[in-house]
């Protein structure tokens, strides 16, 4: 079993839907959790970062994160078509490297 | 500035070639790392610089020799590469490596391939 799991996709939603995206962890030490986004063939832009249960909101974007039950969610509200990308959840605890979940590919389509 | 500048963007080599990547950051970052990544698959960490010295190297083979000349530079230098090495590879740095919650801020990326 991986430390973290995350759905492939590919995800596809028309243009102004909510996105929902969500990884699970099996790892109780992991402490902050990231949300990654990545166009194909650029580098990871990092979107979301949280170290708390509870929502963050930045923008059109709200990150949720239930350590009760080893759970994350990214939502992305009014979805563009400049939103398809591959968004990378990523996990860590202080003093350790990242664990990245491996990936979901979203298509928003016009 | 959040920016991590990697050169060369696309890089193609033989594999009797020796070549060099290059990041770059100005954000006062005491911890820089390479990352490969294949299609459609996540990034594999492969080493960590923390404050110019070698922290980690995550067994990766001795044809991939890294170099941190300063706090702002990491260097990849690539020797007898293999075709199955064709990946993207991703610079980032850090805050600080080992303390807690870091944000890694990713470069673009260089994309390698070995003929």
């Known amino acids: 079993q991986k430390e973290v799991e995350q759905d492939p996709g590919p995800l596809s939603v028309p243009e102004g839907a909510i996105v929902s995206l969500n990884c699970t962890y099996s790892?109780?030490?992991?402490?902050?959790f990231m949300w990654y986004r990545q166009y194909s063939r650029k580098g990871p832009e990092l979107l979301m970062y949280?170290?708390?249960?509870g929502n963050k909101e930045d923008g059109r974007f709200t990150a949720q994160v239930d350590k009760s039950s080893k759970y994350i969610s990214l939502f992305i509200r009014d979805s563009q078509p400049s939103d398809s990308a591959t968004y990378l959840c990523?996990?860590?605890?202080?003093?350790?490297?990242?664990?990245f979940g491996g990936g979901t590919r979203v298509l928003v389509k016009p | 500035d959040t920016e991590v500048t990697q050169t060369p963007k696309h890089l193609v080599m033989g594999m009797t070639n020796k070549k060099s990547l290059k990041c770059e950051q100005h954000?006062?970052?005491?911890?820089m790392y390479w990352y490969k990544q294949k299609a459609k698959k996540p990034p594999e960490l492969m080493f960590v610089?923390?404050?110019?010295?070698?922290?980690i190297n995550e067994s990766v083979p001795s044809r991939f020799s890294p170099e941190c000349p300063n706090s702002s530079l990491l260097n990849l230098h690539l020797h007898a590469l293999q075709p199955e090495d064709s990946a993207l590879y991703l610079c980032?740095?850090?805050?600080?490596?080992?303390?807690?919650?870091?944000?890694?801020?990713f470069g673009s990326g260089t994309q390698l391939s070995v003929l």
């Open positions: 980032a740095s850090s805050q600080d490596y080992g303390g807690d919650l870091p944000k890694l801020f």
């Open positions: 790892n109780s030490a992991f402490q902050y």
């Open positions: 949280t170290y708390s249960s």
């Open positions: 990523a996990m860590g605890a202080a003093g350790n490297k990242l664990t």
């Open positions: 954000m006062g970052h005491r911890a």
């Open positions: 610089y923390s404050y110019e010295k070698l922290s």
